[in-house]
Each structure stands twice: as C-alpha cells, then as structure tokens.
C-alpha cells in the first residue's frame, strides 16, 4: 500500500514541479531554470544526506554498470522536455502523454529485461491496458 501512495505522490509532485519549472523558464531560459533544478535538488540531497545517511560516496565507484550513473544526465533532459511540454501543451495533456510514454517505455524494460531488470512474460491485459490509455488520452484530447 505505501508504494501505491509513493507513486501517487511522485505523479503529483511532478505535475506541480513541471508547472513551478516551466513558470521559472518564463522569467530565464530553458537552461537556466534546469541548471537550478538540478541545483537545487543536489543542495536538498546533500542536506538530507547530512542528517539521515552519511554512506560513503565511494560507493559510486562500486556500481557495476557504470552507464547506469547517467540518470543524473537523464534527469537533465527529463526537466527540459517536462518544461517544453507543459510550455506547448498545457499541464494535463502533457502529463497524460509523459505517463503513458513512461508506461509503454516501463514495459518494453520488463518485457525485454533491459538495464539488469527480469525478463518478464508478454502480458495481453497491460498492452490492452495502455491501448485504453491511450484512447483515453485521444478522448481527453477531444
């Protein structure tokens, strides 16, 4: 149940995040308002990191795929088409195409078993599923 609530609440965090991002790039640019995103989040991090975890930050030379350390690079991207999106738009439809492009994208990963995750079985209900999606995208859309 706590993951349920997890994921409901990162959706939403990212909704109001990409509005708070794309107001931010109104006043500065793209790459400005990304640069203090990840600036800031780096800032919150450590912070964090300070009164709750102290592990080693060594430990990152242990990782054993290094191209998995790309995510803070992915992150990047991730904020700059989040602000173009909800730029051209609006907040709701580009959150429902950035959900179901993570869905469909999500279950190519576990389908094909990518990036050290297992291989799971073709399942006909989750690709009915994000065919009704969809469709429920194309109906919002109208």
């Known amino acids: 149940?706590?993951?349920?609530?997890?994921?409901?609440?990162?959706?939403?965090?990212?909704?109001?995040?990409?509005?708070?991002?794309?107001?931010?790039t109104k006043n500065t640019?793209?790459?400005?308002?990304?640069?203090?995103?990840?600036?800031?989040?780096?800032?919150v991090c450590l912070i964090i990191w300070f009164f709750t975890d102290r592990h080693s930050f060594s430990?990152?030379?242990?990782?054993?795929?290094k191209y998995t350390l790309l995510g803070g690079v992915l992150g990047?991207?991730?904020t700059?088409?989040?602000?173009?999106?909800i730029g051209s738009?609006?907040?709701?439809?580009?959150?429902?195409?950035?959900v179901i492009s993570q869905l469909i994208v999500a279950?190519?990963?576990?389908?094909?078993?990518?990036f050290g995750m297992d291989k799971q079985p073709l399942d006909w209900r989750k690709?009915?599923?994000m065919l009704l999606a969809i469709t429920g995208i194309v109906i919002f859309k109208w």
């Open 1 to 24: 149940m706590s993951g349920i609530l997890i994921a409901m609440l990162s959706g939403a965090l990212m909704s109001v995040q990409g509005v708070f991002n794309t107001q931010v």
């Open 107 to 114: 279950y190519l990963i576990e389908l094909f078993g990518l």
């Open 127 to 129: 690709v009915g599923g």
């Open 89 to 98: 738009l609006g907040p709701a439809r580009a959150a429902m195409l950035i």
């Open 29 to 43: 640019s793209l790459w400005v308002s990304t640069s203090f995103v990840q600036f800031s989040a780096l800032a």
């Open 76 to 78: 990047a991207f991730i």
């Open 59 to 65: 430990g990152i030379l242990e990782v054993p795929n």
């Open 80 to 85: 700059v088409t989040v602000i173009k999106s």
